[in-house]
């Protein structure tokens, strides 16, 4: 019944040992993947390339909203990825995510410089939506990676991994403009061959590990926080410096170089964690001490002999534990437990997550892909145009950041459900979307911030929701699941509402010209009456999405008292 374990340490290791330790560690896990999905959210420069597309291929305002539904299909339909990244190791979701990414793009490119034949319409959705769900293949083997590592400060990672990729279309724009100077054809190139490199490069220190508290965690997450909150202002800052004035390509060229080491700053923090534990390794340990351990099967069969009716009941716990993932779809698990999948899509929590989302993120969605069209309408330079695609991607990443890390704060120190704040969002939204449909002066600059803010939030809150109340066992499917609203509400909302009515504005202008659409190349709505009754109509869907939430924050206040993380903290 007793066993001696020897503790002792080796005292020597070279710098090839450590660098090895460096590669194979936690953290550096988590700083690769800041890097992977820093280059995972091509899908929000579409604003910046879409007139591209529209005016070399000669769509009008509803096929090109219908290549953008497309875009946010691939880009939301995970659920292939999910249920690939149950069964498959996370280097070979990584390494299709890759792979997806380049052809989809590529392909894209190709027909904008007219390299290829004019592609048909459908050709060019399937190329964006094969580009765009390269996407999910990083969520899966990244961000699913990350929270499993670190499920305590679930909320900050996912944070801190979806802010890096709604920061990654202002460090895109600073990369393009450094590499090819206002082309923005060539922008899609660069979104196409470089989140795929960077998918290769790391593709083997993304993986699952032994689950560890260190006491300094969360110190360590907010020192990842304040690098990136340097970095995303100092793009802002850039970005505005920019539309004020004329940057000569060395100066781009700069700009680029600073995001660059930027974005590496975390490699040094990863270091510096390495270091502290190999510090502690080179030291001498004491003797070991012998140590009388029972064994679990010994205390186990004990109990069975005092009490053999609990025994079996254990049996029947653990029969029911080992259901499969589509199994026991009535006896539903207490919240915070691991559901199966299908006791997850058919609970009332995902489906009234799933009306939230529809009304939330599809009219986000909406409003991000016209942007570039809304800008024109109500008369802004090109320039000023890709400023507004700026701030929204800038403020998309401090909204999943901070919703994130101030979720977490009011969860952990005044049990505040972390629901309120997705309803809270809502509300933000859905009056920003009035400011459009209304506008005044400068009302394009605050709802770009406030669309990115509420866009960003909206989309962290999900994923880390999901995660705790449905667990962690099946979580790559579930999320890839629980965002499957956000393309449903973007064809909808996008195509059939807001694409419909612009085309109808544009042709009154034409009539009003008396011309017919024949007559031109590019159906083009000035003016703000293009985008008022659409827009109204977003911010009536949000509104209602929000008082829908307020029922999930009234059917989760209970759970959200609780300590939702007990079961992951590890014993004194």
């Known amino acids: 019944m007793s066993s001696s374990r020897s503790s002792s340490t080796s005292n020597g290791g070279g710098p090839c040992e450590f660098a090895l330790q460096v590669v194979k560690g936690r953290w550096f896990t988590v700083f690769a993947s800041f890097l992977i999905m820093a280059g995972a959210g091509a899908t929000y420069l579409f604003g910046v390339y879409s007139k591209d597309i529209k005016s070399t291929l000669g769509y009008d305002q509803t096929t090109l909203n219908m290549l953008g539904f497309f875009k946010d299909l691939g880009a939301n339909v995970g659920v292939l990825s999910g249920l690939i990244g149950e069964v498959t190791p996370t280097w070979f979701v990584l390494l299709l995510g890759s792979g997806l990414n380049f052809v989809g793009y590529f392909m894209i ?95 083997y220190t993304i993986r699952p590990m032994q689950v560890v508290r260190q006491k300094n965690e969360i110190r360590v997450f907010y020192h990842f926080l304040y690098i990136s909150i340097s970095l995303a202002l100092f793009i802002m800052a850039m970005s505005l410096i920019q539309r004020k004035v004329a940057f000569s390509q060395a100066a781009y060229a700069g700009t680029a170089t600073v995001v660059c080491l930027f974005m590496f700053i975390p490699l040094g923090v990863a270091i510096r964690e390495e270091l502290v534990l190999w510090n502690l390794k080179k030291k001498t340990v004491d003797p070991p001490t012998e140590i009388a351990v029972e064994k679990p099967s010994e205390i186990q069969e004990a109990k069975d002999d005092l009490d053999p009716e609990s025994s ?31 006791q997850a899509l058919l609970s009332t929590d995902m489906i009234i997550l799933f009306i939230a989302t529809f009304c939330g993120l599809g009219s986000s969605l909406t409003a991000i892909d016209n942007l570039g069209q809304i800008g024109e309408a109500l008369g802004y330079p090109t320039k000023t145009i890709s400023t507004f695609v700026s701030l929204v991607s800038i403020w998309n990443y401090f909204g999943r950041v901070f919703s994130g890390f101030v979720s977490e ?36 600059y605050v709802a770009s911030v406030v669309i990115g803010v509420s866009f960003g939030a909206q989309l962290t809150l999900l994923f880390t929701i999901i995660s705790e109340l449905f667990g962690l066992k099946y979580y790559a499917t579930l999320f890839n699941c629980g965002q499957l609203a956000s393309p449903l509400g973007s064809y909808i909302l996008n195509v059939k509402v ?70 992951y903290r590890e014993p004194a």
Request: charged share 15%; glycine share 8%; proline share 3%.
């Open 109 to 203: 490119y190709l027909a904008v410089t007219e390299k290829i034949a004019k592609p048909k319409v459908w050709q060019m959705c399937l190329y964006i939506c094969v580009g765009a769900n390269s996407q999910n293949f990083v969520n899966t083997g990244a961000l699913v990676t990350c929270v499993k590592n670190f499920p305590e400060s679930r909320g900050v990672m996912l944070g801190l991994l979806k802010g890096f990729t709604g920061l990654s279309g202002a460090i895109f724009t600073q990369l393009y403009l450094a590499i090819y100077p206002n082309d923005s054809k060539s922008l899609i190139l660069l979104i196409g061959w470089l989140p795929a490199a960077l998918s290769v490069v790391f593709v």
């Open 312 to 342: 079996s009941s254990a049996v029947q716990d653990q029969n029911k534990k080992s259901t499969s993932c589509c199994g026991d779809i009535c006896n539903k698990p207490t919240r915070g437990e691991d559901y199966t999948i299908l």
């Open 409 to 444: 704060t009011l969860m952990g120190k005044w049990k505040v459900p972390r629901t309120l704040m997705m309803t809270i969002m809502l509300v933000l939204s859905s009056i920003s979307y009035l400011s459009i449909a209304f506008p005044f002066r400068g009302s394009v």
């Open 498 to 567: 807001t694409g419909m009515l612009y085309d109808r504005e544009a042709l009154k202008q034409l009539a009003k010209k008396g011309l017919t659409r024949a007559s031109v190349k590019e159906l083009t709505c000035l003016g703000s009456q293009c985008y008022r009754l659409s827009f109204s109509i977003l911010a009536g869907i949000t509104f209602f999405g929000a008082l829908v939430s307020l029922i999930l924050v009234v059917r989760t206040r209970e759970f959200y008292k609780g300590d939702i993380y007990k079961k």
